[in-house]
């Protein structure tokens, strides 16, 4: 969310930023709503003002004996007493029209993020990759030719049921059940182990259902409130651990010394797909009920952008210890996300499939959720407060993982090898095959 009197200091700057987004230039109608609110505010308090300036001169006339001016001077008092609700009404229609106007638009894009109208536009970013693509008849693991996807390996092992899921849930869900959920569970506490023992991350677990105000810090609400599942009437579904992680430190003041702050999550996640019709049918690539582990970083604003790198680095750390090869795109304007000022993707190698697919987003949003949340820090010397800078990503999605651990180890009988890094997680089990 952004400060309006930035944008009208900086008003080319903004309007700049967001034609990258693909958007009209916004800078001259939100300065005249910020005009509109002005005005608004400047009338209440004048009135204001001369209603106490009046009890003053109504208690002088008092003291002078004066009643015929006492009664013209409370009868005054009496009129913007009675034009006092239309006032402070303009003025509460004023700022709730800028603030929502304001709430709707998305992220400056840093000036280093490329141009772009869609993933077509992202970028490679060199030097992060790990290992050679595999070969698309056959790869490292490979000495066969009929590379099969997760759910055709999944399925043929009787551990991987969508009809069943359909019947219970409806689509874009499944049921996992013996060696494969537990391959499943066993990815998500790796990943959760990794990040707390060696990256320094606190774990956290958080409430899976947030009110209106959480959702709203993190800019699921009120733009993309068609892709959330509603919990009551109070509540939302989580879409990612991202929302409650990040609203940790709202409205709060931290101290300098205590950033930045490092919170990592492994939750069910809830989205309503709405925007993926005919998309990604079949299989758990796309999910209304995931599991992800989810990296949220609290920072000064100097330290954003290295922290940045420092998350992306973690992401990728994972997927190295699986020994999945991956690489690293840089979004477009295009293609990231509302609340990012850039955002890094890891797509590991699906053979299944013959392609890349994402597997993490890291994403740096500067104050942009912090404003939203009111959440400040003040420097050691007791300067502020000023608003932090918060950063998500996810290390990673557990499902896709999965995914990416049955195709790349599958074997020639339709068994999957289980990755060394995930051994001491199954309980010594090396090999999964089809029950007996």
């Given at each position: 969310m952004y400060d309006i009197r930035w944008?009208?200091?900086?008003?080319?700057?903004?309007?700049?930023?967001?034609?990258?987004?693909?958007?009209?230039?916004?800078?001259?109608?939100?300065?005249?709503?910020?005009?509109?609110?002005?005005?608004?505010?400047?009338?209440?308090?004048?009135?204001?003002?001369?209603?106490?300036?009046?009890?003053?001169?109504?208690?002088?006339?008092?003291?002078?004996?004066?009643?015929?001016?006492?009664?013209?001077?409370?009868?005054e008092v009496a009129a913007l007493k009675e034009h006092g609700p239309a006032l402070e009404a303009d003025e509460k229609a004023a700022v709730e029209?800028?603030?929502?106007?304001?709430?709707?638009?998305?992220?400056?894009?840093?000036?280093?993020?490329?141009?772009?109208?869609?993933?077509?536009?992202?970028?490679?970013?060199?030097?992060?990759?790990?290992?050679?693509?595999?070969?698309?008849?056959?790869?490292?693991?490979?000495?066969?030719?009929?590379?099969?996807?997760?759910?055709?390996?999944?399925?043929?092992?009787?551990?991987?049921?969508?009809?069943?899921a359909a019947k219970l849930s409806g689509s874009r869900f499944v049921v996992l059940d013996r060696q494969i959920a537990r391959l499943n569970r066993a990815i998500g506490q790796f990943m959760l182990d990794t990040h707390v023992e060696e990256h320094g991350y606190t774990e956290v677990n958080p409430p899976l259902m947030v009110r209106d105000d959480a959702m709203f810090g993190t800019a699921q609400l009120p733009k993309f409130r068609d892709d959330q599942f509603r919990a009551g009437e109070d509540?939302?579904?989580?879409?990612?651990?991202?929302?409650?992680?990040?609203?940790?430190?709202?409205?709060?003041?931290?101290?300098?010394?205590?950033l930045p702050r490092r919170f990592t999550a492994l939750t069910p996640c809830f989205r309503a797909e709405a925007g993926s019709a005919g998309r990604d049918t079949r299989g758990m690539l796309r999910q209304h009920q995931f599991e992800k582990v989810?990296?949220?970083?609290?920072?000064?604003?100097?330290?954003s952008r290295e922290e940045h790198e420092r998350m992306l680095a973690c992401a990728e750390t994972v997927l190295k210890k699986l020994d999945l090869h991956y690489r690293v795109m840089t979004l477009c304007t295009g293609d990231m996300g509302f609340a990012s000022q850039k955002t890094y993707d890891i797509e590991v190698?699906?053979?299944?499939?013959?392609?890349?697919?994402?597997?993490?987003?890291?994403?740096?949003?500067?104050?942009?959720?912090?404003?939203?949340?009111?959440?400040?820090?003040?420097?050691?010397?007791?300067?502020?407060?000023?608003?932090?800078?918060t950063l998500n990503g996810s290390g990673t999605a557990v499902g896709?993982?999965?995914?990416?651990?049955?195709?790349?180890?599958?074997?020639?009988?339709?068994?999957?090898?289980v990755p060394d890094a995930l051994v001491p997680y199954m309980r010594g089990i090396t090999r999964i095959e089809k029950a007996a």
């Open positions: 944008i009208r200091e900086n008003a080319e700057a903004f309007d700049r930023g967001l034609q990258r987004r693909g958007l009209e230039k916004l800078s001259s109608s939100l300065l005249a709503l910020d005009d509109r609110r002005r005005i608004a505010i400047s009338k209440s308090q004048a009135a204001q003002e001369r209603r106490n300036a009046l009890s003053k001169e109504i208690g002088k006339a008092m003291g002078q004996k004066d009643l015929a001016l006492a009664e013209q001077l409370k009868a029209t800028l603030n929502e106007q304001l709430a709707a638009i998305p992220n400056k894009p840093f000036d280093e993020v490329p141009d772009g109208a869609d993933e077509h536009g992202n970028v490679v970013l060199e030097g992060h990759t790990n290992g050679q693509q595999p070969e698309k008849t056959g790869g490292r693991l490979f000495g066969f030719n009929q590379i099969k996807e997760h759910y055709e390996l999944g399925e043929a092992l009787g551990q991987m049921d969508f009809e069943t509540h939302w579904l989580i879409p990612t651990a991202e929302v409650p992680l990040t609203n940790l430190v709202r409205e709060s003041i931290l101290s300098e010394e205590e989810e990296l949220v970083s609290i920072t000064a604003p100097e330290k190698w699906l053979p299944g499939q013959k392609t890349y697919r994402e597997i993490s987003s890291c994403s740096v949003c500067g104050d942009f959720q912090a404003r939203r949340m009111n959440a400040r820090y003040k420097t050691k010397d007791g300067k502020g407060p000023f608003f932090v800078h896709r993982a999965l995914i990416a651990v049955m195709e790349n180890y599958q074997n020639a009988d339709g068994s999957i090898t």
